[in-house]
């Protein structure tokens, strides 16, 4: 019904950039939450930022001012700009969604759904 696909992970040098994107598909209607989420190693899965369809952002302390959310309404897609990357931003990156999606033979449903998951190493 609804589909999440990342792309942009790989292996990046201390103080390199990345960008991460995500595309959402499917029978969505709409689309409440954009988000990223990692889980490093040994770690529980924190969020990493997230952007409303209005524009309002959030983002984890470690990440303020190195990491930029975007978004594309028109496209249901969502971007991570990750600048000043460090050894502690390695992780397995998840995109994630909030919205609101058809099931065919029962109307519309709402529901968060998340990408498959692309992993960061960042390492010299």
Not at 18 to 23: G, H, I, T
Not at 101 to 113: K, L, N, T
Request: net charge neutral; charged share 15%; proline share 4%.
């Amino acid at each position: 019904q609804v589909e999440l696909v990342e792309s942009g992970g790989g292996l990046v040098q201390p103080g390199g950039s990345l960008r991460l994107s995500c595309a959402a598909s499917g029978s969505i209607i709409s689309i409440y939450t954009m988000g990223w989420y990692r889980m490093a190693p040994g770690k529980e899965r924190e969020l990493v930022a997230s952007i409303t369809p209005g524009g309002n952002t959030n983002y984890a302390d470690s990440v303020k001012g190195r990491f930029t959310i975007s978004r594309d309404g028109a496209k249901n897609t969502w971007y991570l700009q990750m600048g000043s990357l460090k050894p502690a931003d390695t992780a397995t990156y998840y995109c994630h969604a909030d919205l609101q999606y058809q099931v065919p033979g029962i109307g519309s449903w709402e529901g968060d759904w998340w990408g498959q998951g692309t992993h960061i190493t960042v390492s010299s």
